[in-house]
């Protein structure tokens, strides 16, 4: 069975910067568009960022700019590199996966951006 | 972009009644259509994707069906443990938008 395992989640100062990795097994990255969404405490499901299986990147106005989505595919691994934080950025972090017909979603890191 | 709206955007039903929840388009697009369930601190589960494939180990009594501008997340026999909030998400053509809920109470 797929499993996408989230890491990377932690404290960090506003305007600090954070890595997220996702791994993946048993498939191969470069036939899957992958995502990352997020959920606030309190709040609803919110799309981040999105790779598609060709290389284009995707990003939801609220970080355009200040996060970037990228993926090595010889370590079936997703990143999504945060920088210039805010507190409005604390989240669970959750990456996904599309391709084969199917649909794949991580357990999710925290992220929390507080001094 | 493409916006989606779930509606209503909570129901309280009984116990062993149908539940339908539906999940509307502003515009017409593949069955790229996901389902979601999550309880109170916990992490969304999918139920359903490709508008109506059932995800392994997902109870029978779940439905999805639709497609182009219209979806519906059905419950056949609403148990106790249905209890959860369930959004829907088109997954296909960024961005891959989230409804904004629907929340499932027992009455």
């Known amino acids: 069975e797929v499993q996408l395992v989230e890491s990377g989640g932690g404290l960090v100062q506003p305007g600090g910067s954070l890595r997220l990795s996702c791994g993946a097994s048993t498939f191969t990255f470069s036939t899957h568009a992958m995502s990352w969404v997020r959920q606030a405490p309190g709040k609803g499901l919110e799309w981040v960022s999105a790779?598609?299986?060709?290389?284009?990147?995707f990003y939801a106005d609220s970080v355009k700019g200040r996060f970037t989505i990228s993926r090595d595919i010889s370590k079936n691994t997703l990143y999504l590199q945060m920088n210039s934080l805010r507190v409005e950025d604390t989240a669970v972090y959750y990456c996904a996966s599309r391709g084969d017909g199917k649909y794949y979603w991580g357990q999710g890191t925290l992220v929390t951006v507080s001094s | 972009d493409i916006q989606m709206t779930q509606s209503p955007s909570s129901l309280s039903a009984s116990v062993g009644d149908r539940v339908t929840i539906t999940c509307r388009a502003s515009?017409?697009?593949?069955?790229?259509l996901a389902w979601f369930q999550q309880k109170p601190g916990k992490v969304p589960k999918l139920l359903i994707y490709a508008a109506s494939t059932l995800q392994s180990g997902v109870p029978s009594r779940f439905s999805g069906s639709g497609s182009g501008t219209d979806f519906t997340l059905t419950i056949s026999s609403l148990q106790p443990e249905d209890v959860a909030t369930y959004y829907c998400q088109k997954y296909y053509g960024a961005p891959w938008t989230f409804g904004q809920g629907t929340k499932v109470e027992i009455k």
């Open positions: 790779i598609s299986s060709s290389g284009g990147t």
């Open positions: 515009q017409g697009f593949s069955d790229y």
